[in-house]
């Protein structure tokens, strides 16, 4: 249920009025009373996320009440809902935050997390709710990577309720062609451009689809420049310090002038408004031989029941290997491979009048039981627990990959307000060179946009 679509800034969010969730539940007195809490997705019965509005409703509200009552507290829950974009939703969520309202337990896109904490409109867990915050019994399940995403500043704010992962999918059929092994699994950039070059010379279309240019907005910073900029060792933001003209920057640069100005790929695709949708479709055609994806196509893009490009054969055909760093150990914390990850957080509202509770309903939702609930009838993702994913993933080969092998090692993007501009100077970057201009030029004109984006020289690494 990851929250797609990102933040312009609180600050412009606020101007707009009067929406306003259900207040944080009140309490009819002192201990042993009845005590209400309310717990808000973006998600409506018949509506959007409709599936995760019926398992809190059905699922988690009653075995939650029940548990309580088994413990002698008298609690009752009530959901939230909500169905609209996801901007309109973090609308709603700052302003009953700010005015010191809204429900008790909250789900927030991890990207928000920064900036919300910044604002003051969410407070550190331990702050909240004391030592249980901390020693949540869950923490051990979640790898540290992916902890990372309800961190800011060293402290945890929120819970991870879900993540995912990004891989190189390849098409085995035209590997066999070019003569390249059905277990491929690249150990530098030079190899990727390699097997590029062999499926060019078999006659593949378009041997390399990274996504590159604005018509493909966060897409391109996801599934492209970040992963590249991570497998040459950098990160977009850093101890506070944005990197600019950096030589990571320069070498992920390099690398999409190798692909499109060297005939590996179409950067005709890169500037089309429907660029993305069509590369999917290239892809479930044959036309494309290795392709920068995250989970999302392996399971709503090339699914064959039910995806956007559906590929009868995908178990058989589609290859998935991790992306690796420009060379062995040259990337990110000095790895030999690297990826990136969204997701989406849980939380308790600091204006709540039961925090404990709140915490306690949260802890529950990211229980083993709970997400075996939530992931049954199709429902299959990846969730931030190790335990849990070793059991639903089991038939799931691609998704037990993801857990396994790439979220360990995965990075998340800056959890900060003026993030989103950044990432658009970066599709900016990519699409320059895409068009031909030189990457050194490419990361100069960007270091000066993100200048003027971040406060000046003085925000930049040198």
Request: a neutral charge; proline letters at 5%; hydrophobic letters at 40%.
């Amino acid at each position: 249920m990851a929250l797609r679509k990102r933040s312009m800034g609180v600050v412009a969010v606020i101007t707009a009025a009067g929406l306003g969730l259900a207040a944080c539940g009140q309490s009819s007195g002192g201990d042993g009373d009845a005590i209400e809490l309310t717990i808000a997705q973006n998600a409506i019965a018949g509506g959007k996320n409709a599936a995760a509005a019926k398992y809190i409703a059905d699922w988690v509200i009653p075995k939650f009440e029940a548990a309580q009552k088994a413990k002698g507290k008298d609690v009752t829950v009530k959901f939230v809902p909500s169905g609209v974009d996801d901007e309109q939703y973090k609308t709603k969520l700052s302003l009953d935050l700010k005015s010191g309202k809204g429900a008790d337990v909250i789900d927030i896109d991890s990207i928000w997390a920064g900036e919300f904490a910044e604002a003051g409109y969410i407070k550190p867990l331990s702050e909240l709710v004391g030592a249980e915050a901390d020693s949540w019994d869950g923490w051990a399940q979640i790898p540290e990577a992916v902890q990372g995403m309800a961190e800011f500043n060293g402290k945890k704010y929120a819970l991870p309720v879900g993540t995912d992962g990004r891989v190189l999918y390849f098409n085995k059929t035209l590997f066999a062609k070019a003569g390249l092994p059905a277990d491929w699994q690249p150990k530098s950039w030079q190899e990727v451009l390699d097997a590029g070059t062999k499926l060019k010379s078999s006659g593949v279309p378009v041997p390399i689809q990274i996504n590159a240019g604005t018509a493909m907005g966060e897409a391109t910073s996801m599934q492209g420049v970040l992963p590249l900029l991570a497998g040459a060792g950098g990160e977009v933001l850093k101890d506070g310090k944005w990197s600019g003209a950096s030589q990571p920057l320069k070498d992920a640069l390099g690398l999409y002038q190798k692909i499109y100005g060297g005939g590996l790929g179409d950067p005709k695709l890169q500037q089309e408004a429907k660029g993305r949708d069509k590369s999917f479709q290239q892809f479930a055609e044959g036309k494309i031989g290795i392709l920068m994806e995250g989970d999302y196509f392996w399971r709503g893009v090339v699914n064959p029941k039910d995806g956007v490009a559906k590929m009868a054969d995908r178990d058989q055909t589609v290859g998935y290997a991790m992306i690796p760093a420009m060379e062995p150990g040259k990337g990110l914390r000095g790895q030999d491979f690297v990826s990136m990850s969204g997701g989406a957080l849980r939380t308790v509202n600091p204006n709540s009048k039961h925090p404990k509770e709140a915490f306690e309903l949260l802890a529950f939702t990211l229980s083993p039981e709970a997400l075996k609930a939530e992931t049954a009838n199709g429902n299959v993702r990846v969730t931030p627990r190790t335990d849990v994913n070793k059991e639903i993933l089991a038939g799931e080969p691609l998704l037990t990959y993801i857990s396994e092998k790439v979220l360990p090692l995965t990075a998340y993007r800056p959890p900060v307000a003026v993030y989103p501009q950044v990432s658009v100077a970066l599709q900016e970057a990519t699409a320059a060179v895409v068009g031909g201009t030189a990457p050194d030029q490419a990361a100069a004109d960007y270091q000066k946009k993100l200048e003027g984006i971040v406060g000046g020289a003085g925000n930049i690494a040198s």
